[in-house]
C-alpha cells in the first residue's frame, strides 16, 4: 500500500485503552435496578446429585432469583456443536467448576450469602482426571479419526532408521485480561438484548434463545470489544451469557455476571492436553521416509470444539515437512474436567510439537545440525509440495524464509559461539533452534468460511461500517476502517465501526480461525462497492481515477478525496432517493474437502514464518534466558505493519508462556491448584527475549487475501517452539548431543533441571536406552531407537 498517514495505523481503540476510555462489560453505566449474578458450581470432579435445596437462599432479602435446572424454561443445553453440555448440571455433576445453581441478588455480597444458604447433597463418584485414565477405561468422546497417504506401515518398515517416542503437551489458560462477562437487559414481550464478551455473538444469540425457549429475533446480542480472547470465547462466553439471560428471564430485570479470575479460571477450559505417540522411519540423509502419528486429545467433559480442533491438529502433524508416507489416528477422551476449547493454534501447536521433536531427534541420531535435518525435509520441489490430504502448498515460502533468516540471524557463526560458550561451562549451557511454521489459512468447517457487513453512508459524507467480526484487541476494526476508507478515498477519521451486532449482521461465523480481516474485510468491501456504484450512477464522476480495487493494486497510490467531497455525492445520492445502506457478503471460493476420506483443499492459502531462538539455561535450577529471538513472517502485503508485528511478538510470547512456565495442575480429585496468578505463570516481561527482532517479509503481496494481506493470529504462536528446542539444546548438550533429553511441554525448570540431572549422572554410560523418566504428572516423554545396519 502507499505510505499512511499516521492515524491509519493507529489501533482505533489505542486511545481509549490507555486513558481507561475503553467500554468493557463491566464499564457499561449499570442500568437501573441492576442485579449481580453468581454461579454456584460442584466441588466434585463426579457425583451424583441426591438433592438441590434453594428455598432457603429465596428466603433471604434482596435476593431476586435462584434457580436450578428446573426453572430452565427452554432446553437445558449450551453444547456449541454437539447438544452434550447442560446449561445447569441436572442429576449429576462431571467436573469441579460445573455450574449447578445460579443466584441473582441486589449486590455482590447479598449474592454471596444467598450462595452459602444453597444447600446441595453430593454422593462423590470416582473421577477420571486424564488421558491414561480414560484410556484405560475406553471412554472416548467420539469415534477415532484418521487419515493417511502412501503406505506408511511398509515405509516405516524399509526405513533405514526408526525412531519411535511419546511427547506430552499440557493445558494453557487463555488469561484474557477481561474475564468471561455478560450483561442482559430484558425488554418488552419476552426480548432480551445481551451485552457479551464473546467471539461469537451468533452463536451465544442462539444459545440464549434456545435456553429461553424463544426464537433468535427476540434476542440481540451486542459486543464492543473484547479484554482478549484467544479462542476462549469462541464457544465458552455462551456459558456466563447463558447464566445471565436465565437469571435476567427468572427476575425480570438486569442482571450481570463477571466472573472473577479464580471462578473464570476453575469454571472454564483451556487448551486440549495432548499425549502424542511418534513412529518416524529416515535415510542417512535424515530426510523422512514415513511418519505414523498418535494424537490423543483430553476432551473434558463434553464436545465442545474438540473435532475441530483435532482436526486442525491432523491436518498440521507434518507442519512444513514432506513426508511421503503418512498416518494419522486422533482421538478424544473423556475426563472429569471442564470441557477443553478452542485457544490460539488449535491444535496445531500440539501435533507441530511432535514432529518438530522427530525432527530434533533425527539431528541426534546423525549428529547432523538440526537446521540442516529441517531445511532438507521443508515442502518445496515439484514432487515434494503436497501435504498428507492432497491440498497443495501454493505460493511456498518456506525456504525463502528458512534462507534468510538463517542469514539475518547469523545462525552458523552462533552455533560456533553456542559450542564454544557449552565447552567453557560446566552448568550452565545455551542452546540455539530455527524452527518454521505452516499454517493453514480456513475454517476447517468449510460451511463457516463467509461474512456479511451493512454500511451506511450519511448525508454529511460520515460513513458507518456495520460487520460480524468482533474487536479482541488484535486490531480487526483498525484494519477494516482503512480499507473501507481507502475503497472510498476517505480519511480513515470518516469512518467508523460499530459494535457488532446480531441485529445488524446476523448469521455470522466465530472471529476465529486467524481469519477475522479476511472474511469480514471482503464483505465490508462488497457492501463500499456497492454504494460506490449506486453514487457513481447519479454522480458519474465521483471516485473519477480513484476507483481502482486495492485487493488488486495493493500498491496504488490512492488520492484521497476529502471527506467534503464524499458529503457532496452523498446528498446529491439522497437528493435522488438513492439508498446509501448496503450489506455486504463474502464467502471464500473454491475450498472444500472430504472429511471422510481426509482429502482435498481445507485451505484457502498457507501463513508461513520462521524463528530462530537462542535460550541460556541453569542446569542445576532449570532456570533459562532467552537470549535473542528472530522471526521473520509472511504477512502478504500488510494491512497494518503495526499490528501484525504486534501479533507475531504477542503470539510469540503466548506460545512460549505454553513451552516453559504455564502449568495447569489438578490434584487427585480434580481442583484446580492453578487457579490464580501467583501459581500459574503466564510470561512477563523478563520472559520476553532480551533481544527480540521482529521483521515481516516484504514484496510477496497474496492473491488469495483481501487487500494482498495475510492472516497473523495464531501462526506466530507455534515459533515459540524454537524456543523450547533451543532450551532442549542447552540441556542436551550436557553429554554432547548424545541422548535424548526428557522433554514435555511445558518444560519447567523442574522439568529442565531433572532432564539436565539424569544426562548429567547418566554421562558416560553409553548412547543407548531412553530418556530419563519424567519429572512428574503422565511419562514426559520416552523415546526409543533402532537403525537397522
Ligand atoms: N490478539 C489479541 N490482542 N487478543 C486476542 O484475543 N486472539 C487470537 C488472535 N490474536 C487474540 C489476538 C486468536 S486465537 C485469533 S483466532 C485471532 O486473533 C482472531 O482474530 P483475527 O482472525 O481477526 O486475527
Ligand atoms: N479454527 C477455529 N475455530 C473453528 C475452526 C477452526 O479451524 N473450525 C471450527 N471452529
Ligand atoms: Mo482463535 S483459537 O481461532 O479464537
Redesign the pocket.
Known amino acids: 500500500m502507499s505510505t499512511p498517514a499516521a492515524a491509519e495505523l493507529t489501533h482505533e481503540s489505542a486511545r481509549l485503552h490507555v486513558t481507561g476510555e475503553a467500554l468493557y462489560i463491566d464499564d457499561i453505566p449499570a442500568p437501573p435496578g441492576l442485579l449481580v449474578g453468581r454461579v454456584i458450581y460442584s466441588p466434585h470432579a463426579r457425583a451424583r446429585i441426591r438433592s438441590i435445596e434453594l428455598e432457603g437462599a429465596r428466603a433471604l432479602p434482596g435476593v431476586a432469583a435462584v434457580i436450578c435446572h428446573s426453572d430452565v424454561p427452554g432446553e437445558n443445553q449450551m453444547g456449541p456443536v454437539v447438544r452434550d453440555e447442560r446449561c445447569l448440571a441436572e442429576g449429576e455433576v462431571e467436573c469441579v467448576g460445573q455450574a449447578v445453581v445460579l443466584v441473582a441478588a441486589r449486590d455482590e455480597e447479598t449474592a454471596r450469602r444467598a450462595a452459602a444458604q444453597v444447600r446441595i447433597d453430593y454422593e462423590p463418584l470416582e473421577p477420571v482426571l486424564d488421558i491414561p485414565a480414560a484410556m484405560a477405561r475406553n471412554q472416548l468422546l467420539g469415534p477415532p479419526r484418521t487419515m493417511r497417504r502412501g503406505d506408511p506401515d511398509a515405509a516405516l518398515t524399509a526405513a533405514p532408521h526408526l525412531i519411535r517416542g511419546e511427547l506430552s503437551s499440557g493445558a494453557q489458560e487463555h488469561w ?1 485480561l477481561e474475564t468471561q462477562a455478560c450483561l442482559c437487559i430484558p425488554g418488552e414481550s419476552g426480548e432480551i438484548t445481551a451485552y457479551s464478551s464473546t467471539q461469537h455473538p451468533s452463536e451465544t444469540q442462539a444459545i440464549i434463545a434456545g435456553v429461553l425457549g424463544i426464537p433468535s429475533n427476540a434476542v440481540v446480542v451486542e459486543v464492543r470489544r ?1 479484554g ?4 476462549g470465547k469462541e464457544t465458552q462466553a455462551n456459558h456466563v451469557a447463558a447464566w445471565t439471560a436465565l437469571l435476567c428471564r427468572a427476575a425480570a430485570r438486569p442482571v450481570k455476571i463477571r466472573l472473577s479470575r479464580d471462578d473464570d479460571m476453575i469454571i472454564t477450559g483451556k487448551r486440549h492436553p495432548y499425549l502424542t505417540r511418534y513412529e518416524a522411519g529416515f535415510g542417512d540423509d535424515g530426510i523422512l521416509r514415513a511418519l505414523r502419528v498418535e494424537l490423543n486429545a483430553d476432551g473434558g467433559i463434553a464436545t465442545d470444539l474438540s473435532f475441530a480442533i483435532l482436526e486442525r491438529a491432523m491436518l498440521h502433524a507434518d507442519n512444513a515437512y514432506f513426508v511421503p508416507h503418512m498416518s494419522v489416528v486422533a482421538r478424544v477422551w473423556k475426563t472429569n474436567l471442564p470441557s477443553n476449547t478452542a ?2 493454534g488449535f491444535g496445531a501447536p500440539q501435533a507441530m510439537a511432535a514432529v518438530e521433536t522427530v525432527i530434533d531427534r533425527i539431528a541426534r541420531e546423525l549428529n547432523i545440525d538440526a537446521a540442516e535435518i529441517r531445511r532438507r525435509n521443508l515442502y518445496g520441489g515439484e514432487k515434494r509440495n503436497v501435504t498428507h490430504y492432497g491440498q497443495e502448498v501454493e505460493g511456498n515460502r518456506l525456504g525463502l524464509l528458512f534462507e534468510r533468516i538463517l542469514a539475518s540471524s547469523a545462525y552458523t557463526a552462533r552455533r560456533e559461539q553456542v559450542n564454544a560458550f557449552n565447552a567453557a561451562h560446566e552448568f550452565t549451557k545455551r542452546g540455539l533452534a530455527v524452527t518454521p511454521v505452516k499454517f493453514g489459512i480456513a475454517f476447517t468447517t468449510t460451511f463457516l468460511n463467509k461474512a456479511g457487513a451493512l454500511v451506511h453512508i450519511y448525508a454529511d459524507g460520515s460513513v458507518l461500517v456495520n460487520h460480524g ?1 468482533v474487536e ?3 486490531g ?1 476494526h483498525t484494519k477494516i476502517r482503512r480499507l473501507a476508507a481507502r475503497e472510498l478515498c476517505i480519511p480513515v477519521e470518516a469512518v467508523n465501526v460499530s459494535a457488532t451486532n446480531t441485529a445488524k449482521v446476523p448469521n455470522t461465523s466465530a ?7 479476511d472474511l469480514n474485510a471482503m464483505a465490508v468491501l462488497d457492501a463500499v462497492r456497492t454504494l460506490k456504484a449506486r453514487i457513481k450512477d447519479v454522480v458519474p464522476n465521483a471516485f473519477a481515477g480513484s476507483g481502482s480495487s486495492i485487493e488488486h493494486s495493493p500498491s496504488t497510490t490512492v488520492n484521497r478525496t476529502s471527506h467534503s467531497k464524499l458529503a457532496e455525492w452523498a446528498s446529491r445520492a439522497l437528493s435522488k432517493q438513492v439508498n446509501l445502506s448496503a450489506i455486504g457478503f463474502y464467502r471464500v471460493p473454491e475450498i472444500g474437502w472430504d472429511r471422510e476420506k481426509g482429502w482435498g483443499r481445507p485451505f484457502n492459502y498457507y501463513a508461513f514464518g520462521v524463528a530462530v531462538s537462542e535460550a541460556e539455561v541453569d542446569l542445576l535450577t532449570g532456570a533459562h534466558t532467552l537470549i535473542r529471538a528472530d522471526i521473520l513472517y509472511d504477512a502478504g502485503e500488510s494491512i497494518n505493519p503495526a499490528i501484525d508485528t504486534g ?1 507475531v511478538e ?1 503470539g510469540f510470547v503466548q506460545g512460549l508462556g505454553w513451552c516453559t512456565t504455564e502449568e495447569i495442575i489438578h490434584d487427585a480429585r480434580g481442583n484446580l491448584l492453578t487457579h490464580s496468578p501467583d501459581t500459574y505463570k503466564i510470561p512477563a516481561v523478563r520472559d520476553i527475549p532480551r533481544d527480540f527482532r521482529v521483521a515481516l517479509l516484504e514484496g510477496f503481496p497474496n492473491p488469495a487475501a483481501v487487500a494482498g494481506s495475510k ?4 501462526p506466530p504462536f507455534m515459533l515459540a517452539l524454537s524456543a523450547w528446542l533451543a532450551i532442549k539444546d542447552a540441556v542436551s548438550a550436557v553429554d554432547g548431543h548424545v541422548r535424548e533429553p526428557a522433554f514435555r511441554i511445558p518444560a519447567t525448570n523442574e522439568v529442565i533441571a531433572l532432564a539436565a540431572h539424569a544426562l548429567m549422572t547418566a554421562a558416560g554410560s553409553g548412547r543407548t536406552g531412553p530418556g530419563a523418566p519424567g519429572a512428574n504428572g503422565p511419562p514426559a516423554a520416552s523415546a526409543s531407537r533402532e537403525t537397522r545396519r
Open positions: 484474557y473484547l482478549g480472547g484467544f479462542g485457544m490460539r467480526g479482541m484487541g488484535q480487526l472471529t476465529a480461525a486467524s481469519s477475522g480481516t501479533q504477542g492472516a497473523v493470529a495464531e
